[in-house]
Protein backbone atom coordinates (compact mmCIF):
# COMPACT_ATOMS: atom_id res chain seq x y z
CA UNK A 1 0.00 0.00 0.00
CA UNK A 2 1.14 3.09 -0.74
CA UNK A 3 2.01 5.96 1.55
CA UNK A 4 -0.64 8.33 0.39
CA UNK A 5 -3.17 5.71 0.22
CA UNK A 6 -2.59 4.73 3.76
CA UNK A 7 -2.56 8.02 5.01
CA UNK A 8 -5.92 8.31 3.27
CA UNK A 9 -7.33 5.55 5.13
CA UNK A 10 -6.24 6.30 8.59
CA UNK A 11 -7.64 9.82 8.44
CA UNK A 12 -10.70 8.31 7.60
CA UNK A 13 -10.86 5.77 10.59
CA UNK A 14 -9.65 8.56 12.48
CA UNK A 15 -13.18 11.00 11.33
CA UNK A 16 -14.79 7.43 12.11
CA UNK A 17 -13.80 7.58 15.62
CA UNK A 18 -14.36 11.37 16.33
CA UNK A 19 -17.91 11.12 15.30
CA UNK A 20 -19.03 9.56 18.09
CA UNK A 21 -21.86 7.43 16.24
CA UNK A 22 -19.83 3.86 16.71
CA UNK A 23 -20.87 0.97 19.58
CA UNK A 24 -17.55 0.22 21.54
CA UNK A 25 -17.20 -2.54 19.56
CA UNK A 26 -16.71 -0.87 16.22
CA UNK A 27 -14.59 1.49 18.34
CA UNK A 28 -12.04 -1.06 19.29
CA UNK A 29 -11.71 -2.44 15.61
CA UNK A 30 -11.15 1.19 14.16
CA UNK A 31 -8.21 1.66 16.87
CA UNK A 32 -6.57 -1.77 15.54
CA UNK A 33 -6.87 -0.70 11.68
CA UNK A 34 -5.32 2.89 12.60
CA UNK A 35 -2.97 1.46 14.84
CA UNK A 36 -1.69 -0.59 11.63
CA UNK A 37 -2.43 1.98 9.50
CA UNK A 38 -0.12 4.70 11.45
CA UNK A 39 2.42 1.71 12.05
CA UNK A 40 2.58 1.44 8.02
CA UNK A 41 2.59 4.73 7.38
CA UNK A 42 5.73 5.28 9.87
CA UNK A 43 7.86 1.96 8.08
CA UNK A 44 7.11 3.65 4.90
CA UNK A 45 8.53 7.19 5.95
CA UNK A 46 11.35 5.78 7.74
CA UNK A 47 12.03 3.66 4.37
CA UNK A 48 11.91 7.21 2.09
CA UNK A 49 13.95 8.49 4.98
CA UNK A 50 16.68 6.37 4.13
CA UNK A 51 16.48 6.76 0.67
CA UNK A 52 17.07 10.35 0.71
CA UNK A 53 21.07 11.21 0.36
CA UNK A 54 22.35 13.99 -1.35
CA UNK A 55 25.11 14.33 -4.05
CA UNK A 56 27.95 16.16 -2.71
CA UNK A 57 30.82 16.79 -5.54
CA UNK A 58 34.12 15.96 -3.69
CA UNK A 59 37.28 17.90 -4.74
CA UNK A 60 38.08 15.49 -7.66
CA UNK A 61 35.45 15.48 -9.29
CA UNK A 62 34.12 12.43 -8.38
CA UNK A 63 30.56 11.83 -6.40
CA UNK A 64 29.79 10.79 -2.49
CA UNK A 65 27.40 10.21 -0.99
CA UNK A 66 26.15 12.42 2.22
CA UNK A 67 23.45 11.21 3.99
CA UNK A 68 20.25 13.90 4.32
CA UNK A 69 19.92 15.61 7.52
CA UNK A 70 16.95 14.58 9.15
CA UNK A 71 15.02 16.91 12.03
CA UNK A 72 14.24 15.43 15.05
CA UNK A 73 11.11 16.07 16.87
CA UNK A 74 13.15 18.53 19.75
CA UNK A 75 13.80 20.39 16.49
Given at each position: MAFEE???KLEGVVES???GD???ESLIAK???GMA???ACQQKLAEA???IQ???KAAGGELKLKPFPLE???D
Open positions: ALTMESLPLYEELAKELKQLETAE
